[in-house]
């Protein structure tokens, strides 16, 4: 069970957008819509931000989205602000067959 | 309101057992699935296994070997126990709660565990 693949940093200015890519393959982030973000600040725990795909839990601002085509989820941060400035991960379901959780590989954010 | 909390030794030899506990506040154990999840220093997040239905429990493949998590209902208590322990081991370690749709929903702050004659 491979890692789900993100690259390693983004970054954009205040006010503008971000999207972070997740790619894995149809046994995970194809094959169900259970892809969840987190968001980790340094020396923090991650705290999530989207569930099944384009959910937002209760207190996370609707700055952040998610999506889903084929095998590649995605994180998008509209109106950037100096606190998005994080570690974000993805997780994919993978299936009672596998081990059902796997993270991606993790995207830096930097707030220009 | 759900909180976590990891405790347990800081440092283990190598070659020892790594044991951890997860206190749980604001929510039944019996009634959720709790994971330990670890990383380790400058790097991603690993999810070691889980334990549901007061008892139940299902590993990573990858460390299934070495593994043992248990529950202690009456504390609301769950706890990891990783034997064989190298230098690979060393990380922060995380206890978590399932949520929806397969993510983990409240986690503990993260304890570091480093494995060092």
């Known amino acids: 069970q491979s890692a789900l693949t993100q690259p390693p940093s983004a970054s954009g200015s205040p006010g503008q957008s971000v999207t972070i890519s997740c790619t894995g393959t149809?046994?995970?982030?194809?094959?169900?819509?259970?892809v969840s973000w987190y968001q980790q600040h340094p020396g923090k725990a991650p705290k999530l931000m989207i569930y099944?795909?384009?959910k937002r839990p209760s207190g996370v601002p609707d700055r952040f989205s998610g999506s889903k085509s084929g095998n590649t989820a995605s994180l998008t941060v509209s109106g950037l602000q100096a606190e998005d400035e994080a570690d974000y991960y993805c997780s994919s379901y993978a299936g009672s067959n596998n081990f059902p959780y796997v993270f991606g590989t993790g995207t830096e954010v930097t707030v220009l | 309101q759900v909180q976590l909390q990891e405790s347990g030794p800081g440092l283990v030899k190598p070659s020892e057992t790594l044991s951890l506990t997860c206190t749980v506040s604001?929510?039944?154990?019996?009634?959720?699935?709790w994971s330990w999840i670890r990383q380790p220093p400058g790097k991603g997040l690993e999810c070691i296994g889980y334990i549901y239905d007061s008892g139940s429990t299902n590993y990573n493949p990858s460390l299934k070997s070495r593994v043992t998590i248990s529950v202690d209902t009456s504390k609301n208590q769950f706890s990891l126990r990783l034997s064989s322990v190298t230098a690979a081991d060393t990380a922060v370690y995380y206890c978590?709660?399932?949520?929806?749709?397969?993510?983990?929903?409240?986690w503990g702050q993260g304890t570091l565990v480093t494995v060092s004659s």
């Open positions: 978590a709660r399932h949520g929806p749709g397969y993510g983990f929903d409240y």
């Open positions: 149809s046994s995970d982030v194809g094959g169900y819509n259970y």
């Open positions: 604001g929510a039944s154990i019996s009634t959720y699935y």
């Open positions: 099944e795909v384009t």
